[in-house]
């Protein structure tokens, strides 16, 4: 019905301004033919859509049972000339053991804030005297040189090595993750733009994020 009112309407249009009329019986076939370039129009435009949603789309995921995960995150606050850390803990039914963010000044690289989140997730975990974990990132660089065995020659080496050394790393499992797996540790350290030092939530997050910690897993 709206294919053929929209029909008649430029009809009338085409008449009072281009003085150029067609048949009044074509008003139903030609609002069956739009409608049809629109339905297929349309379903060209939602298709891929589609498909990247549910191909592409990665959601955090709980670690085994009676197991720990720790996500960590960091962000960079350019204008300000600082940077921010997120770290977040949780049991395998998603329940948060505790969370933390941190302002820092910023550093030279992203990659540098990556490794500085990872070292202070390690810390945070020996300070709850936490020695069996995931700890998992979204910066595959990070995660890979915390997977070396040998202390890695990056800028950050020194960084990562002196974290795993406060901790026996045989019992810790890393593992990477894309950002939309990562977001409440990702949330986190954006927030720290608003913090001076660090704060930590015991069996929490802060309150204007448990919509995220929610939707990231129920």
Same mark, same amino acid.
Request: hydrophobic fraction near 45%.
């Given at each position: 019905?709206?294919?053929?009112?929209w029909?008649?309407?430029s009809?009338?249009?085409?008449i009072r301004?281009?003085?150029?009329?067609y048949?009044?019986?074509q008003?139903?076939?030609?609002?069956?033919?739009a409608?049809?370039?629109?339905?297929?129009?349309?379903?060209?435009?939602?298709?891929?859509a589609?498909m990247?949603?549910?191909?592409n789309?990665v959601?955090?995921?709980?670690?085994?049972?009676? /197991?720990?995960?720790?996500?960590f995150?960091?962000a960079l606050?350019?204008?300000?000339?600082?940077?921010?850390l *997120?770290?977040?803990?949780?049991?395998?039914?998603?329940?948060?053991?505790?969370?933390l963010?941190?302002?820092?000044?910023?550093?030279?690289? /992203?990659? @540098?804030?990556?490794?500085i989140?990872a070292?202070?997730?390690?810390m945070?975990?020996?300070e709850? /005297? @936490?020695?069996?974990y995931i700890?998992e *990132?979204?910066s595959?660089?990070?995660? &890979?040189a915390?997977k070396? &065995?040998?202390?890695? @020659?990056?800028?950050? *080496?020194?960084?990562?090595? =002196?974290?795993?050394?406060l901790?026996?790393?045989s019992?810790i499992?890393f =593992?990477?993750?894309?950002?939309?797996g990562?977001?409440v540790?990702?949330?986190?350290?954006?927030?720290a733009r608003?913090v001076?030092?660090?704060?930590?939530?015991m069996?929490d997050?802060?309150?204007?994020?448990? /919509?995220?910690l929610?939707?990231d897993?129920?």
């Amino acid at each position: 019905m709206a294919a053929i009112m929209w029909t008649i309407w430029s009809r009338r249009n085409q008449i009072r301004v281009q003085q150029r009329d067609y048949p009044i019986s074509q008003v139903v076939p030609n609002a069956r033919q739009a409608l049809s370039v629109f339905q297929r129009e349309n379903r060209a435009q939602q298709f891929p859509a589609t498909m990247v949603s549910s191909t592409n789309q990665v959601t955090w995921m709980p670690p085994p049972t009676n /197991s720990l995960k720790i996500n960590f995150d960091g962000a960079l606050f350019r204008d300000i000339n600082k940077a921010g850390l *997120g770290v977040v803990i949780r049991n395998e039914n998603g329940q948060v053991l505790a969370s933390l963010l941190e302002q820092i000044q910023l550093p030279f690289s /992203s990659d @540098l804030v990556e490794a500085i989140a990872a070292a202070r997730a390690i810390m945070f975990a020996q300070e709850l /005297s @936490l020695s069996e974990y995931i700890l998992e *990132g979204d910066s595959n660089v990070v995660i &890979n040189a915390l997977k070396r &065995n040998d202390e890695s @020659l990056s800028s950050f *080496g020194h960084i990562l090595a =002196s974290a795993k050394s406060l901790t026996d790393v045989s019992c810790i499992t890393f =593992s990477h993750t894309r950002r939309t797996g990562n977001t409440v540790a990702h949330n986190l350290a954006k927030h720290a733009r608003h913090v001076i030092g660090f704060k930590v939530w015991m069996e929490d997050v802060p309150p204007h994020l448990h /919509s995220v910690l929610f939707a990231d897993y129920g």
